[in-house]
């Protein structure tokens, strides 16, 4: 199917479950990390801002889906390449996680596909988690069936993760990777790029592999050495 599908889409190594910060999330997160044991055909809406967890919610249930055994798809709207045709084509006993649903509200091709997918997919005991900035009904579909059937499931608003809650996020993305991260390194960090969970935790993912080509520690010092590199 990936093949026929031509969808190259790899998961980031280090996302998962165990390593989200559930913040005000906890109930979410729960519910996600338990997706996988259902038996019944699930719908899940998942919305908030850039930043906040929602693709990194979603290639964790797609990791965790197959590595249970079953299929599961975790298709971006925003990767070139893809259409509407490949998407229909995906088979209706998986699993469908759509990220940044967005890039494609209003377009009627793409909308139609995806209502076709949601039927095959309920009728043939799969499951879609969609993601998008918005709740479905803000989207400006042009297709109000769409709208409804996304709605009519379980819909989580994503909380992104305010200041006080940063550094414990950060601590447990060093700590997944097996890293400390030092308190003083955690406030410059904060102090000197975008306090986003998504922007930082890509920060330290490279930080983490300039430390390891350098054998250094991740220290104030050495992040001011390599902080244009990190700001590519």
Same mark, same amino acid.
């Given at each position: ?63 965790q889906t197959s ?26 006993s998986c699993l469908?996680?759509? @990220? ?11 909308? #139609? &596909?995806? !209502?076709?997918?949601?039927? +095959? /997919? ?30 009519a499931g379980t ?40 306090? @986003? ?11 983490? #592999? &300039?430390? !390891?080509?350098?054998?250094? +520690? /991740? ?14």
């Open positions: 199917m990936t093949r026929q599908l031509k969808l190259p889409i790899r998961l980031h190594d280090s996302v998962s479950f165990a390593n989200f910060f559930s913040g005000d999330n906890h109930e979410l997160l729960v519910s996600m990390a338990g997706f996988t044991k259902q038996n019944t055909a699930r719908i899940f809406f998942l919305y908030g801002s850039t930043g906040a967890g929602k693709s990194h919610l979603l290639q964790s249930l797609s990791r590595e249970s055994g079953k299929s599961a798809f975790y298709v971006p709207m925003t990767e070139p390449g893809l259409s509407p045709a490949l998407v229909t084509e995906l088979a209706e469908v996680c759509i @990220d940044d649903l967005d890039a494609v509200a209003g377009q009627l091709e793409w909308e #139609e &596909a995806l !209502l076709a997918l949601y039927e +095959r /997919l309920l009728s043939g005991g799969g499951a879609l988690v969609v993601s998008a900035e918005q709740a479905p009904n803000q989207l400006g579909f042009q297709l109000a069936d769409l709208t409804s059937r996304l709605a819909v989580y608003a994503v909380k992104a993760l305010n200041e006080e809650q940063l550094p414990g996020a950060m601590r447990l993305r060093a700590k997944a990777r097996g890293l400390t991260l030092p308190d003083r390194t955690i406030e410059y960090l904060l102090r000197r790029f975008t306090r @986003d969970s998504s922007s930082l935790f890509s920060i330290l993912d490279r930080a983490d #592999e &300039a430390a !390891l080509q350098f054998q250094r +520690r /991740l220290t104030v010092p050495f992040i001011k050495e390599i902080e244009r590199s990190l700001l590519r």
